[in-house]
């Protein structure tokens, strides 16, 4: 598997700890927008320091094919503007994961996350040898919802306080897309 890919309009990298500094100034950029999407976040995570250890941990789990995060670089100015991370990744007879994506404030609407995970899925099912992609989604995060439905992932239940976002245990939407669909 390559650590760098690239689409019409944008690269599909992953990083190493050098770009903790970049990687720090999009969650910066975005801290309050993202805020009703993530996890609480301690006050270290907003440093270069903390980055740079995700980064470097980050990459020994794509090493060993647990975790793949791509970073989402727009072509035309070479700026961080996302991400699509593959989590629990598990091969065996199971070859199913999670995926969670997120964007920047400003880049919403433009097409870019269907485009960033369209070839992030590919590249999981082609070169990973993956099977299924899952994703859930807060019912009321409407783009997301939206990006799940151009990209035809197949709705597969409900799941009540599912997981804990901003301090509140929060109702997703459980969806999912095989490589034999594709």
Not at 34 to 57: C, G
Not at 143 to 171: A, H, P, T
Request: with cysteine; proline share 2%.
């Amino acid at each position: 598997m390559q650590t760098s890919y690239e689409t019409d309009r944008l690269y599909l990298r992953i990083l190493k700890p050098i770009y903790g500094r970049a990687v720090l100034d999009y969650y910066k950029r975005n801290k309050y927008f993202l805020k009703e999407w993530d996890p609480k976040h301690d006050d270290d995570f907003y440093t270069a320091s903390y980055q740079k250890a995700v980064l470097r941990n980050e990459y020994g789990y794509f090493k060993n094919k647990s975790l793949v995060r791509f970073w989402i670089i727009k072509k035309e100015d070479n700026k961080i503007i996302g991400n699509v991370c593959f989590s629990n990744i598990v091969m065996g007879n199971f070859k199913s994961c999670f995926l969670g994506y997120k964007l920047d404030k400003d880049e919403i609407n433009k097409g870019y996350m269907t485009e960033a995970i369209k070839k992030a899925v590919q590249i999981m099912f082609d070169d990973l040898g993956l099977h299924r992609v899952e994703v859930n989604i807060i019912p009321r995060n409407d783009r997301s919802l939206k990006v799940m439905e151009k990209l035809k992932f197949e709705r597969e239940g409900f799941s009540k306080r599912y997981l804990e976002i901003s301090g509140v245990w929060e109702d997703h939407i459980h969806f999912a897309t095989y490589n034999d669909e594709l």
